[in-house]
T-cell receptor, first 109, second 111 residues
Framework: GIQVEQSPPDLILQEGANSTLRCNFS?????LQWFHQNPWGQLINLFY???GTKQNGRLSATTVATERYSLLYISSSQTTDSGVYFC???????????FGAGTRLFVKA | NAGVTQTPKFQVLKTGQSMTLQCAQD?????MYWYRQDPGMGLRLIYY???????DKGEVPNGYNVSRLNKREFSLRLESAAPSQTSVYFC??????????FGPGTRLLVL
């Protein structure tokens, strides 16, 4: 089945710093999503981005489907950005969403 | 809109007991999903329902059954709970294609 790899696994930032999170996937996909899981366990959808670039405030994402990767950019990080960021893909031809293992982010004040 | 709701929030079971986790959404979404999340890991798909009246297995279906009762509700049943099923269970829904919206989760401990 399709493999989803996220990097880095862990990231510590000083408040105000920028970062890039990466998601690589091993096969073609119908769609790709980015989620943030906050320290209380709640999962919040950030982007639905099967291809192209989207921006939402300090966050933006780019998916290059032909090269099988997606990037999530966080600018001017804040302590509330802490948590785990997941990439999830839906392989072509099905509904079976596959999650990566996540990037655990801690932003220090 | 309440979005996606799950009950119960917490549950402790003994090995061999059964229980049903309930999920409901009020967004008129076609597709619904059940995931489990083990400590330090990503989510793994247990079962999904692409539309009312259909269900299908995900990555880790063994030990579980599901029912898509109507368009709003999708339940997950553990017939004989095992310690390996200790996890946090999330329900999600989506329109036919698009972003998945998650419920708050059910924390299950099987002793």
């Amino acid at each position: 089945g399709i493999q989803v790899e996220q990097s880095p696994p862990d990231l510590i930032l000083q408040e105000g710093a920028n970062s890039t999170l990466r998601c690589n996937f091993s096969d073609s996909v119908n769609n790709l999503q980015w989620f943030h899981q906050n320290p209380w366990g709640q999962l919040i959808n950030l982007f639905y981005i099967p291809s192209g670039t989207k921006q939402n405030g300090r966050l933006s994402a780019t998916t290059v489907a032909t090269e099988r990767y997606s990037l999530l950019y966080i600018s001017s990080s804040q302590t509330t950005d802490s948590g785990v960021y997941f990439c999830a893909v839906e392989p072509t031809g099905g509904f079976k969403t596959i999650f990566g293992a996540g990037t655990r982010l801690f932003v220090k004040a | 809109n309440a979005g996606v709701t799950q009950t119960p929030k917490f549950q402790v079971l003994k090995t061999g007991q059964s229980m049903t986790l309930q999920c409901a959404q009020d967004m008129n979404h076609n597709s619904m999903y059940w995931y489990r999340q083990d400590p330090g890991m990503g989510l793994r798909l247990i079962y999904y329902s692409a539309s009312e009246g259909t269900t299908d297995k995900g990555e880790v279906p063994n030990g579980y059954n599901v029912s898509r009762l109507n368009k709003r509700e999708f339940s997950l049943r553990l017939e004989s709970a095992a310690p390996s099923q200790t996890s946090v269970y999330f329900c999600a829904s989506t329109p036919r294609t698009g972003t998945q919206y998650f419920g708050p989760g059910t924390r299950l401990l099987v002793l």
